[in-house]
């Protein structure tokens, strides 16, 4: 089975710290990715990487950085974290293909900034 | 734009009672590939099924099945005989066929969905 794994299932941060939520997955996908859920807003894609130190951004990049030194890690960094921020952050990885894949999915973070 | 909209936020059952989930979406391109995954309240997304836009078939996996219609851009989804065990958030997904994309989900906004004894 796949597997995917979050370093932390709760989080509590303060406002101004550098954050860093670690994913790891054990199936060799070649897809990795970032999202944050938030009540009524469903999940939204942060960061993606296809490749090892390859990186594209999602749809809501902002106060957010990505890390990938190998393949099956995936950092999500927060440089200065707002209390904005406050949110569960979920990892998911897929297999190499072009739409067609489910993605596997971590069992989240909640991180909260105070 | 591509575009998930699950109007149906928040859903109240008994158990043993019908539901149907719906979801409507919005793409430009010919190839796509609908999804749909459940989220416990463990917070973990289980992936349910994957749809590609040239099947219309309807799919029926035990108690759970699924209407696709292109000609209403919709990919609904209906539990059986509900259970407690079938409370979550459900949400649909689109994914656009390309290179481009390289499995870029789009999600909807979840429908929560409470069975009760």
């Known amino acids: 089975d796949v597997k995917v794994t979050q370093s932390s299932r709760y989080l509590v941060k303060r406002t101004g710290e550098k954050v860093f939520l670690e994913c790891v997955q054990d199936m060799d996908h070649e897809n990795m990715f970032w999202y944050r859920q938030d009540p009524g807003l469903g999940l939204r894609l942060i960061y993606f990487s296809y490749d090892v130190k390859m990186k594209e951004k999602g749809d809501i990049p902002e106060g957010y950085s990505v890390s990938r030194e190998k393949k099956e890690r995936f950092s999500l960094i927060l440089e200065s974290a707002s209390t904005n921020q406050t949110s569960m952050y979920l990892c998911?990885?897929?297999?190499?293909?072009?739409?067609?894949?489910?993605?596997?999915f971590g069992p989240g973070t909640r991180l909260t900034v105070l | 734009a591509q575009k998930v909209t699950q109007a149906q936020t928040e859903i109240s059952v008994v158990e043993k009672e019908d539901v149907t989930l719906d979801c409507v979406y919005e793409?430009?391109?010919?190839?796509?590939?609908l999804f749909w995954y459940k989220q416990p309240p463990s917070g973990e997304l289980v992936f349910l099924i994957r749809r590609n836009s040239f099947d219309e078939q309807n799919e029926i996996s035990g108690r759970y099945s699924w209407n696709f219609q292109k000609s209403t851009s919709s990919f609904n989804f209906t539990i059986t005989a509900s259970q407690v065990v079938d409370s979550a958030v459900y949400f649909c997904?689109?994914?656009?066929?390309?290179?481009?994309?390289?499995?870029?989900?789009?999600f909807g906004t979840g429908t929560r969905l409470q069975v009760f004894p």
């Open positions: 793409t430009r391109d010919t190839t796509y590939y």
């Open positions: 998911a990885s897929s297999p190499e293909a072009f739409g067609y894949d489910e993605q596997f």
């Open positions: 997904a689109l994914s656009e066929a390309g290179w481009y994309n390289t499995d870029k989900l789009i």
